[in-house]
């Protein structure tokens, strides 16, 4: 699922393509919005909130995706086909662009003042610009016997984190998933720090933790299950935390992050 800062370029791209453009063309094809047509209305502005991204419209009126594992945003010249086989299921158009939502796990259309129905129940936004560091940590206090792997993919605590921030993050601090976030004494630097590597990779394609931007080097623990740790040399574990259906990927290093 693209995580936090990969949702903030994507606002972005439909910031640049869309802001302040009159739409000519509105096509939602999903059941509920189906008889919906935003033609003849200017798009405000996008923004992303978490992994949520809201395109603000004239009228009172937001449109809420949420790309989930599969979907994404393609901007291109307006009246360019789409390619085959792409599952659309929005598209957004002015006379120059046209933004097409492909497979976007969450397609709705509600009035802005009521954007909190959606996206209210969402922690801290590690990328917004009223990102609130000890509003976190609070939220993550909250429940002190829960697994700090699990708790930092809780979007309620702190929005925009995914698997490949959470095992960069625990393997930086050397912290075993499983360890209860009661145990954990410097929970502020924990959380600064996934906030700090989200906003190093916000503008450029791409995850790097390393420092070295080629891809076989970028990362310290995710996506090298079984290969030495770039440290000790222990082989990197790969597991799943969390229960059905909610279970997510974990990758850790037993050197470095001792249980």
């Given at each position: 699922?693209?995580?936090g ?84 299921r ?8 046209q ?161």
């Open positions: 699922m693209p995580e800062d990969a949702v903030y370029r994507t606002a972005a791209r439909l910031r640049g393509a869309l802001d302040g453009r009159v739409l000519v063309r509105s096509d939602f094809r999903v059941p509920r919005h189906a008889t919906a047509d935003l033609s003849g209305r200017a798009v405000i502005t996008t923004r992303s909130r978490g992994k949520h991204l809201l395109t603000r419209v004239e009228g009172d009126l937001t449109v809420h995706t949420h790309l989930r594992m599969e979907g994404s945003w393609l901007v291109m010249p307006a009246g360019r086909r789409t390619r085959p086989g792409d599952q659309v929005l598209i957004l158009a002015n006379e120059e662009w933004a097409v939502g492909v497979r976007l796990g969450m397609v709705d259309l509600v009035r802005t003042a009521d954007e909190a129905q959606l996206v209210g129940h969402l922690g801290p936004d590690l990328l917004g610009p009223d990102w609130d560091l000890e509003e976190a940590v609070r939220r993550l206090r909250a429940a002190p016997g829960r697994t700090i792997g699990e708790a930092l993919l809780d979007q309620r605590n702190l929005a925009g984190i995914g698997t490949i921030y959470r095992a960069e993050t625990l393997f930086l601090r050397g912290i075993w998933p499983w360890k209860t976030v009661g145990e954990i004494e410097d929970l502020e630097g924990v959380v600064s720090l996934a906030q700090r590597l989200l906003e190093a990779n916000k503008g450029h394609a791409g995850t790097v933790t390393t420092g070295d931007r080629r891809p076989a080097n970028a990362t310290w623990v995710y996506g090298r299950a079984g290969r030495p740790c770039r440290r000790c040399g222990t082989r990197i574990s790969r597991g799943g935390m969390g229960t059905q259906p909610q279970e997510r990927l974990i990758l850790w290093c037993a050197g470095c992050q001792p249980g």
